[in-house]
């Protein structure tokens, strides 16, 4: 592949510049994984030392964070490697955790080298603070490969910064965020890196390894998989010879699908389970690897017969799996009731087009670009049929990706990391007009370049120009009572939301001996993973009827929450006013128990607990 460097032919000085330039250029386009192995080291120091703070107080500021740090302290300190339910949540049958430990090994791996040195507080810290950063490692590399795949020039040394304006994507990576939706979402990359690669039998192998390591961690990318699996074969029906890439990709798919199982698969998960991989996806993806194994080896000549063939054998799989397990179809295996009061009101689980203007443009914009930007790659370079599918391949993923959107928010993330190769090859066009375009060329560069700069920091730019049309209009905001209101109670929720988690706050309730402690679900995680304390559950739907216990308890009578936490054997009642879950409960049932604690109707039998002064939640002791 080129460079695509330009060359400049102006004066002897600048000219000398320009060629000192293009040497630069040529020397990180042939050390380009180092360059981005530096690109990383700079990035990671910059956000350890931006996050400084927030890793002393150690802000775990998902639940899913808070669980995944817990589940790794559980193993180090002792609890089986198949075994992932969390005893501390609805004692002391525990919580069914749907996760692998996959994830687990690099954060304990972090935890146990510190602790050889650091106390385990600080050790714990800084792993988590480290854990997060290294699938940003793979993530830049694969973007970088893929955007040197489909570009020419240095493209790739914008693509390998790209993350920095994907908001959404690089929150993934942040410290702290232990999570394995960063994993998931550098692989999702890794994959389309295999599928775009001009070498077929490593594209597949990495392609294959990459859907199966996906797949074992966790089944949120499986859409992006199957999409995958579908491009690499259509490039098998359209493309003679395009079995070199299919054939590895089947292999180390369901191979490797087959190994991580036997590995990785909990206890719980080696049940015939539709949410985790389990005997039922190792059936379905082993046999859709079979399928493609076979027609790798039948002599079928002409495209509109290995269509048919493929069509035959997707039937087969789409079939077997819908005559054994039909319910692995739906989203999510819930009960109707812990949808309408649960689920429905969990935000990344709505479509963006529930969100408000000033949400959705920053987190569609970069989509949006990188959809017309792969959209008009693909007519430059209608004539290079390698070219075209490699575009091609590309524009589809970042479609189908931001289309998911309108789905579900989560898909959001994905869909702003797999849009960056083609929003930086747009930069790099600008670039190159801007330093050698003649005529209209050069300020056409200009507006692209700043195009580009504005949709990478439409976090920001969106609401400025909104404030500046706004005040261009000459109509001073108009501020109401009820606006005011409204403003003053968002303030408190969103105070209370972060008070009522701080590690000093919460840790102020080790002072009591270890009980159950009845609180809102979503702080249930935050509560185990701080104090030696247990609560009665976290925001993980197959323990749905812990958290409609808590939903019961909070939207009915007083009697109700006291016969409720009394079958969950909970001495304490954890009350954080003004946290974001309780808000729930208020509007949906104005009488309810919680909507009476947050007016201040406390019954006689709950007694306050006096702990330190300046708490941000109420702790009181429940008497039966």
């Given at each position: 592949m080129g460079s695509g460097n330009i060359r400049l032919a102006t004066g002897k000085g600048s000219g000398t510049k320009r060629a000192r330039f293009d040497a630069v250029l040529v020397w990180a386009d042939a050390n380009w994984k180092w360059v981005t192995f530096l690109c990383w080291i700079g990035v990671a120091s910059y956000y350890l030392a931006l996050r400084s703070e927030t890793i002393h107080w150690f802000a775990l500021g998902d639940t899913d964070d808070n669980m995944r740090y817990l589940q790794v302290r559980d193993w180090i300190e002792g609890q089986g490697w198949f075994d992932l339910r969390q005893y501390r949540l609805n004692?002391?049958?525990?919580?069914?955790?749907h996760w692998s430990r996959i994830v687990d090994l690099p954060l304990g791996a972090l935890m146990l080298f510190f602790r050889a040195f650091l106390t385990e507080g600080h050790a714990d810290r800084l792993a988590c603070a480290i854990a997060p950063l290294l699938p940003?490692?793979?993530?830049?590399?694969?973007?970088?490969?893929?955007t040197r795949r489909i570009t020419d020039g240095s493209?790739?040394?914008?693509?390998v910064l790209g993350p920095l304006g994907a908001p959404m994507g690089l929150g993934m990576y942040v410290p702290l965020r232990i999570d394995h939706h960063g994993w998931q979402l550098a692989l999702t990359v890794t994959m389309l890196a295999g599928i775009v690669d001009p070498k077929w039998v490593r594209g597949g192998i990495v392609a294959g390894l990459a859907s199966a390591l996906s797949i074992a961690i966790g089944m949120e990318m499986m859409v992006y998989l199957v999409g995958a699996g579908a491009l690499i074969g259509l490039r098998w029906v359209f493309k003679e010879g395009a079995s070199r890439r299919m054939f590895p990709y089947a292999v180390a798919l369901g191979g490797g699908t087959a190994v991580l199982f036997l590995l990785f698969a909990s206890?719980?998960?080696?049940?015939p389970v539709c949410d985790a991989l389990s005997p039922i996806w190792v059936a379905v993806l082993g046999l859709a690897a079979a399928g493609m194994v076979v027609l790798t080896a039948l002599p079928l000549r002409t495209w509109p017969v290995r269509l048919a063939a493929a069509a035959v054998v997707g039937g087969l799989v789409g079939g077997f799996a819908w005559m054994n397990w039909p319910q692995c179809f739906s989203a999510y295996q819930i009960s109707p009731e812990l949808q309408r009061l649960w689920l429905v009101n969990i935000r990344e689980a709505k479509s963006v087009a529930r969100e408000s203007l000033n949400v959705a443009i920053p987190m569609l914009a970069l989509p949006v670009f990188g959809s017309i930007g792969a959209l008009i790659a693909c007519v430059t370079v209608r004539r290079d049929p390698e070219k075209l599918w490699a575009w091609g391949t590309v524009a589809l993923m970042t479609m189908f990706a931001l289309a998911l959107t309108f789905w579900q928010i989560r898909a959001a993330p994905a869909a702003q990391l797999l849009s960056i190769p083609a929003a930086a090859w747009v930069g790099w066009a600008a670039l190159k007009a801007i330093l050698d375009g003649r005529g209209i060329a050069r300020p056409l560069g200009i507006a692209a370049v700043a195009a580009v700069g504005a949709i990478l920091s439409a976090s920001a730019v969106y609401p400025a120009a909104y404030r500046t049309i706004a005040n261009w209009s000459g109509k001073p905001p108009v501020v109401t009572a009820a606006s005011k209101a409204r403003k003053e109670r968002m303030e408190r929720i969103r105070r209370a939301n972060?008070?009522?988690?701080?590690?000093?706050?919460?840790?102020?309730?080790?002072r009591l001996p270890p009980a159950t402690i009845f609180t809102v679900v979503d702080l249930g995680p935050r509560l185990i993973a701080t104090t030696h304390h247990s609560a009665i559950a976290g925001p993980y739907h197959r323990n749905g009827e812990a958290i409609l216990d808590i939903h019961h308890a909070f939207d009915g009578t007083p009697d109700m929450f006291r016969a409720i936490a009394a079958r969950h054997k909970a001495t304490y009642l954890l009350f954080c006013p003004d946290f974001p879950e309780g808000t729930v409960y208020q509007s949906r049932s104005p009488r309810g128990f919680y909507a009476q604690l947050a007016r201040g109707q406390v019954p006689v039998w709950l007694h306050p607990v006096t702990l330190a002064s300046g708490m941000p939640y109420t702790l009181y002791r429940i008497a039966y």
């Amino acid at each position: 592949m080129g460079s695509g460097n330009i060359r400049l032919a102006t004066g002897k000085g600048s000219g000398t510049k320009r060629a000192r330039f293009d040497a630069v250029l040529v020397w990180a386009d042939a050390n380009w994984k180092w360059v981005t192995f530096l690109c990383w080291i700079g990035v990671a120091s910059y956000y350890l030392a931006l996050r400084s703070e927030t890793i002393h107080w150690f802000a775990l500021g998902d639940t899913d964070d808070n669980m995944r740090y817990l589940q790794v302290r559980d193993w180090i300190e002792g609890q089986g490697w198949f075994d992932l339910r969390q005893y501390r949540l609805n004692p002391p049958v525990g919580a069914d955790i749907h996760w692998s430990r996959i994830v687990d090994l690099p954060l304990g791996a972090l935890m146990l080298f510190f602790r050889a040195f650091l106390t385990e507080g600080h050790a714990d810290r800084l792993a988590c603070a480290i854990a997060p950063l290294l699938p940003l490692l793979l993530l830049m590399l694969s973007l970088g490969f893929v955007t040197r795949r489909i570009t020419d020039g240095s493209a790739w040394l914008i693509a390998v910064l790209g993350p920095l304006g994907a908001p959404m994507g690089l929150g993934m990576y942040v410290p702290l965020r232990i999570d394995h939706h960063g994993w998931q979402l550098a692989l999702t990359v890794t994959m389309l890196a295999g599928i775009v690669d001009p070498k077929w039998v490593r594209g597949g192998i990495v392609a294959g390894l990459a859907s199966a390591l996906s797949i074992a961690i966790g089944m949120e990318m499986m859409v992006y998989l199957v999409g995958a699996g579908a491009l690499i074969g259509l490039r098998w029906v359209f493309k003679e010879g395009a079995s070199r890439r299919m054939f590895p990709y089947a292999v180390a798919l369901g191979g490797g699908t087959a190994v991580l199982f036997l590995l990785f698969a909990s206890i719980a998960n080696r049940q015939p389970v539709c949410d985790a991989l389990s005997p039922i996806w190792v059936a379905v993806l082993g046999l859709a690897a079979a399928g493609m194994v076979v027609l790798t080896a039948l002599p079928l000549r002409t495209w509109p017969v290995r269509l048919a063939a493929a069509a035959v054998v997707g039937g087969l799989v789409g079939g077997f799996a819908w005559m054994n397990w039909p319910q692995c179809f739906s989203a999510y295996q819930i009960s109707p009731e812990l949808q309408r009061l649960w689920l429905v009101n969990i935000r990344e689980a709505k479509s963006v087009a529930r969100e408000s203007l000033n949400v959705a443009i920053p987190m569609l914009a970069l989509p949006v670009f990188g959809s017309i930007g792969a959209l008009i790659a693909c007519v430059t370079v209608r004539r290079d049929p390698e070219k075209l599918w490699a575009w091609g391949t590309v524009a589809l993923m970042t479609m189908f990706a931001l289309a998911l959107t309108f789905w579900q928010i989560r898909a959001a993330p994905a869909a702003q990391l797999l849009s960056i190769p083609a929003a930086a090859w747009v930069g790099w066009a600008a670039l190159k007009a801007i330093l050698d375009g003649r005529g209209i060329a050069r300020p056409l560069g200009i507006a692209a370049v700043a195009a580009v700069g504005a949709i990478l920091s439409a976090s920001a730019v969106y609401p400025a120009a909104y404030r500046t049309i706004a005040n261009w209009s000459g109509k001073p905001p108009v501020v109401t009572a009820a606006s005011k209101a409204r403003k003053e109670r968002m303030e408190r929720i969103r105070r209370a939301n972060a008070r009522c988690r701080t590690l000093p706050a919460l840790a102020a309730l080790n002072r009591l001996p270890p009980a159950t402690i009845f609180t809102v679900v979503d702080l249930g995680p935050r509560l185990i993973a701080t104090t030696h304390h247990s609560a009665i559950a976290g925001p993980y739907h197959r323990n749905g009827e812990a958290i409609l216990d808590i939903h019961h308890a909070f939207d009915g009578t007083p009697d109700m929450f006291r016969a409720i936490a009394a079958r969950h054997k909970a001495t304490y009642l954890l009350f954080c006013p003004d946290f974001p879950e309780g808000t729930v409960y208020q509007s949906r049932s104005p009488r309810g128990f919680y909507a009476q604690l947050a007016r201040g109707q406390v019954p006689v039998w709950l007694h306050p607990v006096t702990l330190a002064s300046g708490m941000p939640y109420t702790l009181y002791r429940i008497a039966y």
